[in-house]
């Protein structure tokens, strides 16, 4: 068993797109990591995923759910986040999400040092920020998000707005890229669509692990039905977006740790745009913009830990009840 040697705060919006609930089912059974908390955190207003009033609220009961289908005896508690976005890019929204990271990073009593994993939009982190500026000299923030780089990769056809987890709250972009020091790992979109697997080999390596296992092909399968109703065929893959979170912090290398399996490039930080595109900074930070990741090592670990677990825990193989209004797909689903 690996000792940790870095914290992970995880920050996802559990109630939307499921590759959030894969990156969390892998983060909890990677060993080197420690992960004081996770954070439920808020979608854009009426996602089709979940076009509540409550998304934090509904990420952080479906974060509970999924935790406790694995049922370890320590697991890191989950804590709210804001159900809205920024307002303001100078006024932080204080919720418990937010007061942890800072207190997270400004810790004397560990050397470890600290990610902040971010699956979603940036709200609690630019609060967190907001509130206690000198975080930035104590985490790191490893984000998917972001539209491709000019000049690196091309958008998807058709008509393209803001990136989907930009989008969430282009303010708190703003704060992180153009008003903080805070390192930026940056996963954009023609990175995390890289991150592809099949339904097939899900079906096959996943879903037989256990009562965790059938719950995760569960969420999956919801949204392929639920974008069949409305047109829209979504074939035989699925990316899992979210999961590059786990390789850049729990499998990094085992001498001089890093992310020596994936490439980067080092660029300044750009300027978010209020439309989401990037507005040239060359004095800007210097910022981790990845453009390959190492699906093989990221993929491989994730089944091979799965089936551990199920195979070491063989009372958590009888599926139970939940609460389904919290899950099912609806309408349409993120753009990989």
């Known amino acids: 068993m690996a000792t940790p040697r870095a914290r992970v705060i995880i920050d996802n919006d559990f109630s939307g797109d499921p590759d959030g609930l894969f990156q969390l089912v892998h983060h909890v059974l990677s060993p080197s990591v420690e992960i004081p908390f996770a954070i439920g955190s808020h979608l854009s207003p009426d996602d089709p995923f979940d076009s509540s009033s409550r998304q934090a609220d509904n990420a952080v009961k479906v974060a509970k759910e999924i935790l406790s289908l694995l049922g370890l005896e320590r697991q890191p508690p989950v804590l709210l986040g804001s159900n809205v976005g920024l307002s303001s890019p100078i006024e932080p929204i204080r919720t418990?999400?937010?007061?942890?990271?800072?207190?997270?990073?400004?810790?004397?009593?560990?050397?470890?040092?600290?990610?902040?994993?971010?699956?979603?939009?940036?709200?609690?982190?630019?609060?967190?920020?907001?509130?206690?500026?000198?975080?930035?000299?104590?985490?790191?923030?490893?984000?998917?998000?972001?539209?491709?780089?000019?000049?690196?990769?091309?958008?998807?056809?058709?008509?393209?707005?803001?990136?989907?987890?930009?989008?969430?709250?282009?303010?708190?972009?703003?704060?992180?890229?153009?008003?903080?020091?805070?390192?930026?790992?940056?996963?954009?979109?023609?990175?995390?669509?890289?991150?592809?697997?099949?339904?097939?080999?899900?079906?096959?390596?996943?879903?037989?692990?256990?009562?965790?296992?059938?719950?995760?092909?569960?969420?999956?399968?919801?949204?392929?039905?639920?974008?069949?109703?409305?047109?829209?065929?979504?074939?035989?893959?699925?990316?899992?977006?979210?999961?590059?979170?786990?390789?850049?912090?729990?499998?990094?290398?085992?001498?001089?740790?890093?992310?020596?399996?994936?490439?980067?490039?080092?660029?300044?930080?750009?300027?978010?745009?209020?439309?989401?595109?990037?507005?040239a900074n060359p004095d800007g930070r210097p910022m981790r913009q990845y453009t390959h990741v190492d699906n093989r090592l990221m993929f491989e670990d994730f089944y091979h830990k799965i089936a551990a677990f199920a195979a070491e825990n063989p009372d958590r193989q009888i599926a139970t009840g939940r609460d389904d209004s919290l899950h099912r797909a609806r309408g349409t689903v993120r753009s990989d």
């Open 96 to 279: 418990e999400a937010a007061e942890a990271i800072v207190a997270e990073a400004m810790r004397e009593d560990t050397d470890l040092p600290l990610y902040v994993a971010l699956g979603a939009g940036l709200t609690e982190l630019a609060s967190a920020h907001l509130i206690e500026p000198r975080i930035a000299e104590r985490l790191t923030a490893v984000w998917i998000g972001g539209a491709e780089p000019e000049g690196v990769a091309v958008g998807p056809k058709g008509p393209r707005g803001i990136e989907y987890n930009l989008n969430i709250d282009v303010t708190a972009g703003q704060v992180i890229f153009n008003n903080s020091q805070i390192p930026i790992w940056q996963v954009p979109r023609n990175v995390y669509r890289q991150c592809l697997v099949s339904r097939a080999e899900l079906h096959s390596r996943v879903k037989p692990m256990g009562r965790i296992g059938a719950r995760l092909i569960e969420a999956i399968d919801q949204v392929f039905d639920g974008a069949e109703k409305v047109g829209l065929l979504m074939g035989e893959t699925y990316a899992l977006g979210d999961s590059p979170l786990v390789l850049l912090t729990a499998l990094q290398s085992s001498f001089e740790p890093d992310s020596s399996s994936s490439f980067h490039s080092t660029v300044p930080t750009p300027r978010i745009n209020p439309d989401g595109s990037y507005g």
